[in-house]
């Protein structure tokens, strides 16, 4: 069985010296590839070097997660593009790979201050103007986009109309809204990503989801070290819990979890070109 983890974060565990025995667990799993996501300019190089270690089974993206915008985004925006171009940051270091995609990048009032509505405010104009920037960037790529929507799907969803980016090649990471939000990235051409809140026992509306889009559509991610799942949750995650994932996926839509891991893994090679 070939199971990819679209969406997972591996510098934590290469930090802590656990990525071995991490790897070694996930490929027990049949979690045999795995794109480790970039969040801000202090992970990008790390998960760019973890790919070049792991050849076929660590790939990796590179992108400003709106929990990360702060005063100076822009020029951390201003680095994304040299991942594609082959050239040399400041400081003389070049990538060796390709990421991906572009991403995780997008919109998240959840996590805005809640004491400050000013402030809140201003973060989410930085935000707004991190997201725009970096969508004109994939615009010009012609890159697929992992997006982060938290409390903001209707505004995310109307800065990528706005953009010009290919619908076709946008995936909405961690889909957590219902089906008839799911309904609009399908119009569209879009994709969700589907976690372990899947196996949530209160997650009604996210299998609702998950169905409204179809197992063509499918495709599964960890976001580990979050969203732990069911019989796991409540401890850290990691990509080899996956098979968890993929097992509950498989019964809701039907299917063997060999078909079912047929289809996503198909899915996924063909959105991200891995």
Same mark, same amino acid.
């Given at each position: 069985? &070939?199971?990819?983890?679209?969406?997972?974060?591996?510098? *934590?565990?290469? !930090?802590?010296?656990?990525? +071995?025995?991490?790897?070694?667990?996930?490929?027990?799993? *049949?979690?045999?590839?795995?794109?480790?996501?970039?969040?801000?300019?202090?992970?990008?190089?790390?998960?760019?070097?973890?790919?070049?270690?792991?050849?076929?089974?660590?790939?990796?993206?590179?992108?400003?997660?709106?929990?990360?915008?702060?005063?100076?985004?822009?020029?951390? #925006?201003?680095?994304?593009?040299?991942?594609?171009?082959?050239?040399?940051?400041?400081? *003389?270091?070049? +990538?060796?790979?390709?990421?991906?995609?572009?991403? /995780?990048?997008?919109?998240? !009032?959840?996590? =805005? +201050? @809640?004491?400050?509505?000013?402030?809140?405010?201003?973060?989410?104009?930085?935000?707004?103007?991190?997201?725009?920037?970096? %969508?004109?960037?994939?615009? !010009?790529?012609?890159?697929?986009? #992992? #997006?982060?929507?938290?409390?903001?799907?209707?505004?995310?969803?109307?800065?990528?109309?706005?953009?010009?980016?290919?619908?076709?090649?946008? #995936?909405?990471?961690?889909?957590?809204?219902?089906? /008839? /939000?799911?309904?609009? %990235?399908? @119009?569209?051409?879009?994709?969700?990503?589907?976690?372990?809140?899947?196996?949530?026992?209160?997650?009604? &509306?996210?299998?609702?989801?998950?169905?409204?889009?179809? =197992?063509?559509?499918?495709? %599964? /991610?960890?976001?580990?070290?979050? %969203?732990?799942?069911?019989?796991?949750?409540?401890? +850290? &995650?990691?990509?080899?819990?996956?098979?968890?994932?993929?097992?509950?996926?498989? *019964?809701?839509?039907?299917?063997?979890?060999?078909?079912?891991?047929?289809?996503?893994? !198909?899915?996924?090679?063909?959105?991200?070109?891995?």
């Amino acid at each position: 069985m &070939n199971l990819i983890d679209t969406h997972t974060h591996l510098d *934590g565990f290469a !930090r802590r010296g656990e990525l +071995p025995a991490v790897l070694d667990r996930a490929l027990a799993a *049949g979690v045999t590839s795995m794109i480790s996501i970039g969040t801000d300019s202090e992970d990008w190089a790390l998960i760019h070097d973890l790919a070049v270690a792991h050849p076929g089974v660590v790939h990796f993206t590179v992108g400003l997660h709106p929990c990360s915008v702060r005063e100076n985004w822009a020029a951390e #925006v201003a680095q994304i593009e040299a991942f594609w171009s082959g050239a040399a940051t400041e400081a *003389g270091w070049k +990538p060796a790979l390709l990421p991906v995609a572009l991403g /995780e990048c997008g919109l998240d !009032r959840f996590h =805005l +201050p @809640k004491d400050d509505p000013a402030r809140a405010e201003q973060i989410f104009a930085w935000q707004q103007a991190a997201f725009a920037l970096q %969508l004109d960037i994939a615009k !010009r790529l012609g890159c697929p986009v #992992v #997006v982060h929507s938290r409390g903001a799907f209707a505004e995310t969803v109307a800065m990528i109309d706005a953009s010009g980016v290919d619908w076709t090649r946008v #995936v909405f990471h961690c889909f957590s809204e219902g089906p /008839e /939000e799911m309904a609009e %990235l399908v @119009k569209r051409g879009a994709f969700g990503s589907f976690t372990g809140v899947l196996t949530y026992k209160n997650a009604d &509306n996210v299998r609702a989801s998950a169905l409204t889009q179809g =197992l063509d559509r499918l495709m %599964l /991610e960890t976001d580990a070290p979050y %969203l732990t799942p069911v019989p796991h949750r409540g401890k +850290p &995650n990691e990509p080899a819990f996956m098979r968890h994932t993929a097992d509950y996926a498989a *019964g809701v839509f039907g299917v063997s979890v060999e078909a079912l891991a047929h289809t996503t893994t !198909r899915t996924a090679r063909a959105f991200f070109g891995i």
